[in-house]
């Protein structure tokens, strides 16, 4: 939060300024305000450039946002995606949490990044994006069909469901619906069971099945319709950003809130977490157009330090690792931007900031001199209180004097 010129402000609409200051107002964050309000911002955008240079030359990117609670990851978070968004990426943001989104259940990590799957300039979904481009491509006088649109890596499910996806359901007569060899025959109920597989639900395979003979998908039975563990659903994300890419866009940025959480379970499950994790920062084969990003408190990095690396597990006369390797030593290099604290005058520009917003977006002229020097005893007030309620104490300011000159 910050430091930019408030010029800025012309790019935007009243309704979008007031949206954002009603966000923070609320503790929340607003692309708009994250936009205008965000400090260090030239550091930030080098970190993030980097990234964006490192995949444009086909390497793997990432970058890790480290800093103290309340200090401003989520927010940096929400600045690079709109970023990404604005300079043609896909987007995904996701908060990891360990009863909800448990990142060594990769399944439901992969579940949340398409439920919250994002598009530059358009608020259309996947299924319609993937439908539209795939008829495109497979139009008359091209001789693609829609599977050769598709990256190999990709698992054989999710590669079906694609293909039936975007192929039509084979029409049958009503005379041809009654008989026995059609009584699997339910039309209404394949694009829910496409869509719901590809988002990474749990379908009945022999439901599947039916969809995808019907859609006319030839190879589905060429091997197993079902995922298991994580490797399936890693792939799959690979596979995704490569196909965004042939789709038109740069990649697929992928954001992940509260990464710290993955220090926070059992040591059997962190195992398992880290083992992805080290796919994502250090990964074997060649991954391309992915970019994904992960903000962690110092807690974090503090606990894979602490591992006790040569633990066993016992399994009848066997010793097992827990652990594949000493992950501190293997991610000593990782790409890290560390958030630094607002200096006292970084505060009063990023005030000065705030009510030019303020004032813009309610339509009046704040008596500057006043709401200075109220603003500043407020944030005087709130000395080590996170950086969200500080701004929601300053907006409360500005309310409170907004009142008094309407009334």
């Not at 590669?159 to 339910?186: F, M, N």
């Not at 069971?193 to 639900?201: E, K, V, Y």
């Not at 097992?320 to 992950?327: A, H, T």
């Not at 005893?377 to 004097?401: F, H, N, S």
Request: positive net charge.
């Amino acid at each position: 939060m910050g430091t930019r010129n408030f010029q800025r402000l012309d790019g935007e609409t009243d309704f979008h300024l007031r949206r954002a200051v009603e966000r923070l107002r609320e503790g929340l964050f607003d692309p708009v305000a994250v936009r205008l309000l965000t400090a260090h911002e030239e550091r930030l955008n080098q970190a993030v450039d980097g990234g964006f240079q490192t995949l444009e030359r086909g390497k793997v990117p990432h970058l890790c946002i480290c800093g103290a609670y309340g200090q401003g990851k989520s927010h940096s978070l929400t600045y690079i995606q709109d970023r990404a968004l604005r300079e043609n990426f896909v987007t995904s943001m996701i908060n990891l949490d360990p009863r909800e989104v448990p990142f060594h259940d990769f399944r439901q990590v992969y579940r949340a990044l398409m439920a919250n799957l994002r598009f530059p300039g358009t608020g259309a979904s996947l299924i319609a994006q993937w439908r539209t481009w795939a008829e495109e491509q497979t139009g008359e006088g091209v001789e693609k069909g829609v599977v050769d649109l598709l990256p190999e890596e990709m698992p054989h499910l999710f590669r079906s469901v694609l293909v039936g996806i975007a192929q039509r359901t084979v029409l049958l007569s009503r005379r041809q619906r009654k008989t026995k060899k059609h009584a699997s025959y339910r039309p209404r109920e394949f694009p829910y069971l496409l869509s719901r597989a590809l988002a990474g639900d749990v379908a009945p395979v022999f439901r599947m099945r039916h969809a995808l003979k019907y859609r006319q998908v030839d190879f589905y039975m060429q091997a197993s319709l079902t995922c298991r563990g994580a490797e399936p659903y890693l792939q799959m994300v690979r596979g995704l950003a490569r196909l965004f890419r042939k789709m038109g866009y740069r990649g697929w940025v992928l954001l992940f809130d509260e990464g710290e959480s993955i220090s926070q379970v059992r040591i059997t499950a962190r195992s398992r977490s880290y083992q992805v994790l080290d796919r994502m920062f250090v990964p074997e084969a060649t991954v391309r157009y992915l970019y994904p990003i992960f903000a962690f408190t110092d807690d974090f990095f503090q606990k894979v330090e602490e591992e006790e690396y040569d633990r066993v597990k016992v399994r009848g006369d066997l010793e097992m690792p827990y652990f594949e390797k000493d992950y501190a030593d293997a991610w000593n290099g990782l790409a890290r931007y560390r958030l630094q604290d607002l200096s006292g005058r970084e505060w009063d520009e990023l005030a000065e900031k705030l009510m030019h917003l303020h004032g813009r977006a309610y339509q009046w002229r704040p008596p500057a001199d006043r709401v200075r020097r109220e603003m500043a005893e407020r944030l005087a007030e709130m000395q080590g209180q996170e950086t969200r309620y500080k701004l929601k104490a300053l907006v409360d300011q500005l309310d409170l004097v907004h009142q008094e000159q309407v009334l």
